[in-house]
């Protein structure tokens, strides 16, 4: 399954890549050039050019003027020739009240402290402070335009790559978007809330009852399922394909509470060791709108 949504998302990949690249129309212009004895090179119009003494009055391309003494160039020509490219200033048109889908890729540094309470039997664990999971996520979602200004609708990130277990969540999904839909960059702040599931490892050391009267260390490995639901929040900027299409590039901070933490693997005779999960973190992601 994940290897055909990888599949998917290359496809559109290279297929965006395709349209943005096309061959821009050109338009031939005609310059004249100066060259300086500075090295520079000036383009544009000359003016006004007297025979006598070299002088030449020229107006270049960003329509500044100069006025130059047969001392300051070395040469000039007219009536060059040059492919320009011309630029695209068309506003591509957008979505307003249509349904758009999303895939994508998030880079996620979630924050976990597993909040650790020492006690007679568990005595220390390494867990101890915010320590960051790098999970990489296929990020999918769907919603509704509503004059463009406002899209409502659902987003999941699920685990591609990671160290964790588990790691994924859902939520609900709401941009508001405040750019004056002057140009093919628009830009809007998203809106969150998350349901999310990670599982993990944890180790915590208990003393070895094995050899008094030296002391010892052992380690515990526990299955810890933490369940949360969090708060989301950032900013992004939307660029503007074809055919009402765009990519997102997106950066978001997020704080999570904690709902049930569930505990496995615990040893025989021995009770639970004391963990109070928090976590924060940022995520970065990338994906395209169709």
């Not at 007219?78 to 492919?83: A, C, M, Q």
């Not at 349904?99 to 006690?119: E, H, I, K, R, Y």
């Not at 999570?256 to 924060?280: E, K, Y």
Request: hydrophobic share 35%; with cysteine; net charge neutral.
């Amino acid at each position: 399954m994940l290897r055909n949504i990888l599949l998917l998302t290359v496809v559109l990949c290279l297929y965006q890549a395709n349209t943005f690249a096309q061959t821009k129309p050109r338009q031939v212009v005609v310059y004249d050039i100066v060259h300086l004895k500075t090295g520079k090179v000036l383009y544009g119009e000359i003016i006004e050019f007297n025979q006598k003494d070299g002088d030449l009055t020229f107006r270049d391309n960003y329509n500044r003027n100069y006025s130059l003494s047969r001392e300051m160039y070395d040469y000039f020509e007219e009536n060059v020739t040059y492919s320009k490219r011309i630029r695209d200033t068309l506003v591509r048109p957008r979505k307003s009240d249509e349904f758009s889908f999303m895939l994508g890729l998030t880079q996620f540094a979630a924050g976990t402290d597993n909040g650790f309470v020492a006690d007679d039997y568990y005595i220390w664990s390494s867990g101890n402070g915010y320590f960051y999971d790098l999970p990489i996520c296929m990020t999918m979602g769907a919603g509704k335009y509503l004059n463009r200004q406002h899209f409502v609708g659902i987003k999941a990130d699920m685990k591609l790559l990671s160290g964790l277990d588990h790691f994924y969540s859902i939520g609900a999904n709401y941009q508001f978007q405040y750019d004056g839909m002057k140009s093919n960059v628009a830009k809007y702040i998203p809106v969150r809330v998350n349901y999310g599931v990670r599982s993990s490892q944890e180790s915590v050391e208990v003393q070895d009852p094995t050899m008094p009267p030296f002391t010892n260390n052992i380690q515990k490995q526990f299955d810890v399922n933490m369940t949360s639901i969090g708060l989301e929040f950032g900013h992004g900027f939307s660029f503007i394909g074809n055919n009402k299409h765009s990519w997102n590039l997106e950066f978001c901070f997020f704080k999570n509470m904690v709902l049930s933490q569930t505990i496995t693997s615990v040893p025989l005779g021995a009770g639970l060791p004391n963990f109070n999960f928090s976590q924060a973190g940022a995520r970065l992601s990338l994906s395209f709108n169709f």
